[in-house]
């Protein structure tokens, strides 16, 4: 009876039809896809794991990724043209992009639109070593403008650990929602980074989810890797509600 509890699935069976919200796809813009060949490469690992329908989101990093509607736009426009030649219109993309929270944001954001995954969500992040200093007024500032907020990987900030749910359930009372990426299920950042995504799923502190794509491997990873069915089964909603409510191709 007990190995029956402990039963795993291949989480790639579980992928048919996802939207994928996350994703470092486009080329030769950041730390994702390199090439346009790097691009379709990935897109075909995805068209056989189920996968066709995409927003991608470069990072906008102004010290790193310095990128705009112009740079995103083009490489788009490469990889749609790509797919059209290829005689593949069923893959569907649209570009938004991930915005690393910082000084640069707060400027960005008196002067021009942001790019939203869907209507006003829109994607951000934070730095792996701690929190911006002037978080709070981003987060207004986001909100006086409208801007719904969704958090890239909250599991993947080691700092937000310390107090179980607590720093969690500050960002969601400031209006944040969160987007768990599938390779932390898998422990693809190490132990603790899964921990905290289990941690999350299992507090229903989680709204998306996204693979956060840069590499071939990354998808190699979902493809090969089993999950619990008690993760699956955590997981099945929130495949479900990326097409419902960040709904670009309906």
Known sequence: ????FKKKSFLKDELEGFLDIHNHILPGIDDGAATLEDSLNLLNKYEELGVTEFIATPHIMNDYYPNNPQTIGEALKKVRTALDE???????????????MDQ???ELMEKEKLLCLHENYVLVEMSYF?????????LFKLQTQQYRPILAHPERYVYMHRKTTQKYEELKERGCYFQLNLLSILGHYGKNIQQAAFHLLDNELIDFIGSD???????????????????????????????EVLKPFS
């Open 86 to 100: 290829s005689n593949k219109p069923y893959i569907k993309i649209k570009a938004a992009a991930e915005y690393m």
């Open 1 to 4: 009876m007990f190995s029956i």
């Open 130 to 138: 701690q929190a911006p200093i002037n978080l709070n007024e981003i």
């Open 213 to 243: 794509t840069h590499q071939l491997r990354h998808l190699e990873k979902l493809e090969l890797s089993k999950v619990s069915h008690k993760r699956i089964d955590q997981i099945k909603p929130l495949l479900k509600r990326n097409k």
């Open 104 to 106: 640069f944001f707060l």
